[in-house]
């Protein structure tokens, strides 16, 4: 892989255009007075009151500052799981990260601890209008270290055919579980294989962002055929 390239899943980007992405979404000054901001840094800074084992209700609606606000049921939904998914991140040390765990092979586990909640059967749509992308840009914020965010342009750089270099084959009967374990595998492969690259897109960003959110930022731009 060039030094001039970046690899995100199955799609290969510019590295200046995606320094040029990094740059724009995590322009603090500039999100603060454009009329259509990024969600840098209201997502990222949001001041909830709540440790990082808490889930209070302004937790909760995080993820509306990525474009992704639950409904009314989903809201209703995610406070019915606030039990599972604290107990879960209990069981995540803060300053774990996901290199770390997926080498010492923890990553699975705890990652089924927060996912697994998707894969429960509910008969009387205990569970309704949460998926993936809402619980997972609900949870980042808690672990920025260790939980990788996701949504469908995440999902379009790392799901597609093998022969194009894609890293996971698509698959409608992978559990949630499964497939977070899956996908946070394929994103530490790219980060650790890619160094050099992800230095010069880490120093386009302030320091406080985590590598996880800096990849979710150029896989979301490619996702979205921006690659």
């Not at 200046?16 to 000054?29: K, L």
């Not at 107990?87 to 997926?102: C, F, H, M």
């Not at 697994?116 to 920025?144: C, F, Q, S, Y």
Request: glycine share 8%; net charge neutral; charged share 20%.
């Amino acid at each position: 892989m060039s030094a001039e390239s970046v690899r995100v899943g199955g799609r290969v980007i510019p590295l200046a255009h995606a320094t040029s992405w990094v740059s724009s979404y995590f322009d603090a000054d500039a999100n603060r007075t454009a009329k259509k901001p990024w969600g840098y840094p209201f997502y990222d800074h949001m001041v909830t009151g709540t440790g990082p084992d808490t889930l209070g209700d302004g937790d909760l609606l995080a993820s509306a500052l990525l474009n992704a606000a639950p409904t009314i049921r989903g809201f209703r939904t995610l406070q019915s799981m606030r039990p599972i998914l604290e107990a879960g991140l209990a069981a995540i040390p803060p300053d774990l990260t996901l290199e770390a765990a997926v080498t010492n092979g923890s990553h699975a586990a705890r990652l089924a601890g927060l996912a697994e909640v998707l894969d429960r059967p509910d008969p009387d749509e205990e569970w309704a209008d949460v998926k993936g992308t809402i619980l997972m840009k609900t949870l980042h914020r808690k672990r920025p270290l260790f939980v990788p965010l996701y949504d469908s342009k995440v999902y379009a750089c790392y799901v597609g055919p093998a022969q194009a270099g894609y890293p996971m084959a698509r698959d409608d009967k992978r559990t949630w579980a499964c497939f977070f374990t899956r996908l946070a595998e394929s994103m530490i492969r790219d980060l650790a294989n890619q160094p050099e690259a992800w230095s010069v897109l880490a120093a386009a960003a302030p320091a406080d962002v985590a590598p996880l959110r800096l990849l979710d930022v150029v896989a979301w731009s490619a996702g979205k055929g921006g690659g």
